[in-house]
């Protein structure tokens, strides 16, 4: 399959009339203001003729995997940092957060339920932020939107945005595939260990590991996009998987201007504000031909409000017969400050996740799939699950520069969570 770069697919100009910096004229939520617009440019320039970070065959695989969930058959574990860290970066990281997802999904199998693992991570480097400034005692700096934006220090040099770094992103984007790919088609030497401890009985055998961000940085993104001849579609090759975030869901802007224009599956993350009729709005435009494994509509309700808003959301893609996955993100509905940091209570989040799938089997709806924020590494950031975090031990390694994510043995709770919902 042949990936043409924007630019020289311009003579093969697909059915529709989008192309990928249609964007650029609608109104878009957390645009970054670069001082250096000319040095922008060059970036877009270098990014536009790089190939490709993923294979387009292989989103086209996850495609397939896709439709597989949408039609009951297996749930998605979707899951991976916050936002990645260019200072925290390193081979081994990227292999705790695999072997994470792997024993997660094994815990799932074991259960029962086919699984497709889905894993936050080479290009979730921005965030959107609820405010654009950060204040500390009498000083005010612009908020840190994450390393492929400005950094992390609350200095103002630091807060400057700088598009190399969208570069750097896009670099250890890269390696983080090459290292993904190289533990999966090693089979993975743990695998047989991961079997044997969640009682599988079946013989290991290779799982694909695809990769997702959210698509928050459109110059970033429009730069990846990618013609292809034998689909003839464009394809955000920044990743296999991406999704529009709750704040840039704008049923007319850039955000969703420029998902809807790309073959890959999109995921809609859908929190306590969307109303019925944007939703079904944001459905037809993203997924016109209502398309199997196109799209997963992500909830992120919290624990308390889910009973509330997602009966009638599922009642609304029964009734028109979308052909849509439902997933449930648990952590940002849950998120409160104790003593100063942010946090999320483990008992909140495992609520959250079997009011999902209660709420789902109520409806005759196939509960798809879960997202988290979690690390392989031993963060004291979420409170509570089998290890009993307390309140006092939060600030012992609390070293997310975003939102809290659960730990090994929290993120294992939850898939626990999980099998337990399925198996029932
Ligand atoms: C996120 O997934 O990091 C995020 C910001 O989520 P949401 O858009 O649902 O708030
Ligand atoms: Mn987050």
Not at 172 to 177: D, M, S
Not at 258 to 264: E, I, T, Y
Not at 363 to 372: A, K, R
């Amino acid at each position: 399959m042949q990936a043409k770069s924007p630019a020289e697919a311009k003579a093969h100009q697909p059915k529709s009339d989008w192309t990928p910096g249609a964007w650029r004229s609608r109104p878009a939520e957390q645009l970054i203001d670069y001082p250096d617009p000319e040095a922008l440019s060059r970036v877009e320039r270098r990014l536009a003729g790089s190939e490709p970070l993923v294979e387009v065959a292989d989103i086209i695989h996850l495609r397939a995997a896709l439709a597989r969930v949408a039609n009951g058959e297996a749930i998605i574990m979707q899951g991976g940092d916050c936002a990645e860290s260019f200072a925290e970066f390193d081979a081994d990281k990227v292999r705790v957060t695999y072997n994470l997802l792997l024993r997660m999904g094994a815990i799932v199998r074991a259960a029962g339920s086919d699984v497709v693992h889905l894993a936050r991570i080479a290009g979730q480097f921005a965030k959107p932020r609820s405010s654009p400034v950060e204040t500390i005692g009498e000083v005010t700096l612009p908020s840190y939107r994450g390393d492929a934006v400005n950094g992390p220090a609350f200095t103002s040099l630091a807060r400057v945005p700088d598009p190399k770094r969208l570069l750097d992103a896009h670099r250890q984007a890269q390696v983080t595939i090459e290292l993904l790919q190289a533990y999966a088609s090693a089979s993975y030497a743990d695998l047989p260990r991961v079997h044997r401890e969640v009682g599988l009985k079946e013989p290991p055998r290779p799982i694909s590991m695809f990769t997702s961000h959210e698509a928050l940085l459109l110059n970033y993104e429009q730069a990846l996009t990618r013609f292809d001849e034998a689909s003839e579609q464009w394809w955000a090759t920044s990743g296999h998987m991406l999704w529009i975030g709750d704040r840039t869901r704008q049923l007319d802007g850039a955000h969703v201007e420029f998902a809807r224009g790309v073959g890959n599956p999109v995921g809609l993350k859908c929190g306590p504000s969307i109303n019925a009729d944007d939703f079904l709005r944001l459905m037809d435009r993203i997924d016109p031909d209502n398309l199997p494994g196109k799209l997963v509509l992500i909830g992120r309700f919290g624990a308390d409000k889910v009973a509330e808003h997602l009966p009638e959301l599922m009642r609304i893609t029964c009734r028109e017969g979308r052909k849509v996955i439902w997933s449930i993100d648990p952590m940002h509905g849950n998120t409160r400050t104790v003593e100063g940091l942010k946090t999320r209570m483990v008992g909140d989040i495992v609520k959250e996740v079997r009011t999902f799938f209660e709420i789902a089997e109520a409806e005759g709806v196939h509960g798809g799939g879960i997202h988290l924020e979690m690390t392989g590494s031993d963060v004291t950031e979420c409170l509570g699950g089998s290890i009993n975090l307390a309140r006092e031990d939060l600030g012992r390694r609390y070293l997310t520069h975003c939102d809290p994510r659960l730990n090994e043995a929290q993120a294992l709770d939850v898939a626990h969570a999980v099998a337990a919902m399925v198996a029932d």
